[in-house]
């Protein structure tokens, strides 16, 4: 018996890079573009790199949520379009910026239960279903701008992107906290339990009394719920609504799902993932533009770097999975 307590513990390369190996590309990406240019370390450029990164990360947290049931939502840009654009336009006809916010939380909120009962009543592939919600909501939002930008918004809306408090941007402060009520939600509620389980077998989760469609219409109108704030913080930043907002927002919240771990099987994965995700994305955006690496190239470089995140995902992933 002593004999087995006392025999060392095999080392498990496989877990371990499975476990740590995001934090080790993000530190290796850290100390390579040190290197490369003098003006990456700055305390203004990392706290660039953070303001830029919230508001991928705060569309990642629904996203995340979503793939760990097995579904996806590419929906995610078009909502927040539609969202957004209806919510600055209230504000521009007077209306409270309480009540106009609202409106725009509402809206991608309940264009993601749309989204949730196409799936669960009418048996449509999520894949299928959101793609559908991107261009009905996209061309929504062209319809009601008509291709015109929503500008001049309310200065009490803007400092929600461009406040600070004690010295940290209103936009990384909503972004952490959206990070921790998701990390609450899949950790210490049953909801996410019932989430991972859905995600893991959803035939298992329905014998164990798992209330499969409402668990599906919830984690959608979370997602809806993410875009819509995203776009708000994006907006109040910018202090203009573009009919095209929001484009492409999917393959990055996507991008920084996939990259921070979360398998696309559903089931397995998390937050702390994803915001390592969406960090690593955009310290890479970050350091090509400082070295003046062109466009078109960031796009190339980003889908070599998913590519390769898929590849490690599948080398270092049990057999069985």
Same mark, same amino acid.
């Given at each position: 018996?002593?004999?087995?307590?006392?025999?060392?513990?095999?080392?498990?390369?496989?877990?371990?890079?499975?476990?740590?190996?995001?934090?080790?590309?993000?530190?290796?990406?850290?100390?390579?573009?040190?290197?490369?240019?003098?003006?990456?370390?700055?305390?203004? #450029?990392?706290?660039?790199?953070?303001?830029?990164?919230?508001? #991928?990360?705060?569309?990642?947290?629904?996203?995340?949520?979503?793939?760990?049931?097995?579904?996806?939502?590419?929906?995610?840009?078009?909502?927040?379009?539609?969202?957004?654009?209806?919510?600055?336009?209230?504000?521009?006809?007077?209306?409270?910026?309480?009540?106009? =916010?609202?409106?725009?939380?509402?809206?991608?909120?309940? &264009?993601?239960?749309? #989204?949730?009962?196409?799936?669960?009543?009418?048996?449509?592939?999520?894949?299928?279903?959101? &793609?559908?919600?991107?261009?009905?909501?996209?061309?929504?939002?062209?319809?009601?701008?008509?291709?015109?930008?929503?500008?001049?918004?309310?200065?009490?809306?803007? !400092?929600?992107?461009?406040?600070?408090?004690?010295?940290?941007?209103?936009?990384?402060?909503?972004? &952490?906290?959206?990070?921790?009520?998701?990390?609450?939600?899949?950790?210490?509620?049953?909801?996410? *339990?019932?989430?991972?389980?859905?995600?893991?077998?959803?035939?298992?989760?329905?014998?164990?009394?798992?209330?499969?469609?409402?668990?599906?219409?919830?984690?959608?109108?979370?997602?809806?719920?993410?875009?819509?704030? *995203?776009?708000?913080?994006?907006?109040?930043?910018?202090?203009?609504?573009?009919?095209?907002?929001?484009?492409?927002?999917?393959? #990055?919240?996507?991008?920084?799902? =996939?990259?921070?771990?979360?398998?696309?099987?559903?089931?397995?994965?998390?937050?702390?993932?994803?915001?390592?995700?969406?960090?690593?994305?955009?310290? &890479?955006?970050?350091?090509?533009?400082?070295?003046?690496?062109?466009?078109? !190239?960031?796009?190339?470089?980003?889908?070599?770097?998913?590519?390769?995140?898929?590849?490690?995902?599948?080398?270092?992933?049990?057999?069985?999975?």
């Amino acid at each position: 018996m002593s004999q087995v307590a006392s025999r060392p513990v095999a080392f498990d390369r496989r877990a371990f890079f499975q476990r740590f190996g995001l934090v080790f590309s993000f530190l290796l990406l850290m100390i390579a573009l040190s290197l490369l240019s003098e003006r990456f370390l700055t305390p203004a #450029n990392l706290m660039n790199v953070l303001r830029q990164a919230t508001i #991928n990360g705060i569309v990642s947290v629904g996203m995340t949520i979503v793939i760990l049931t097995g579904g996806i939502d590419l929906s995610v840009g078009s909502v927040l379009a539609l969202s957004v654009t209806v919510g600055a336009s209230l504000m521009k006809q007077g209306t409270p910026v309480g009540l106009a =916010v609202a409106s725009a939380l509402g809206i991608g909120t309940l &264009l993601g239960v749309i #989204n949730g009962l196409m799936i669960t009543r009418a048996k449509i592939p999520p894949f299928i279903a959101t &793609l559908g919600m991107l261009t009905v909501a996209r061309g929504l939002t062209l319809l009601y701008t008509q291709g015109q930008p929503i500008t001049g918004l309310p200065a009490t809306f803007r !400092w929600i992107g461009t406040g600070v408090v004690a010295g940290i941007p209103m936009p990384v402060i909503l972004s &952490l906290a959206v990070f921790a009520l998701g990390w609450v939600f899949l950790s210490r509620t049953k909801y996410g *339990a019932q989430i991972y389980l859905l995600g893991d077998n959803p035939t298992a989760a329905r014998l164990a009394g798992v209330p499969v469609d409402r668990m599906t219409v919830l984690v959608y109108a979370i997602s809806g719920f993410c875009a819509a704030l *995203a776009g708000l913080v994006l907006v109040a930043r910018l202090d203009s609504a573009q009919p095209i907002i929001g484009q492409g927002y999917e393959f #990055n919240a996507i991008a920084a799902v =996939v990259v921070g771990g979360t398998s696309f099987s559903g089931g397995e994965g998390g937050l702390a993932g994803t915001l390592l995700g969406a960090l690593l994305i955009e310290t &890479l955006n970050n350091g090509l533009n400082l070295l003046n690496v062109s466009p078109l !190239w960031e796009q190339v470089v980003k889908g070599v770097v998913i590519a390769l995140a898929l590849l490690l995902y599948k080398v270092f992933s049990p057999p069985s999975k």
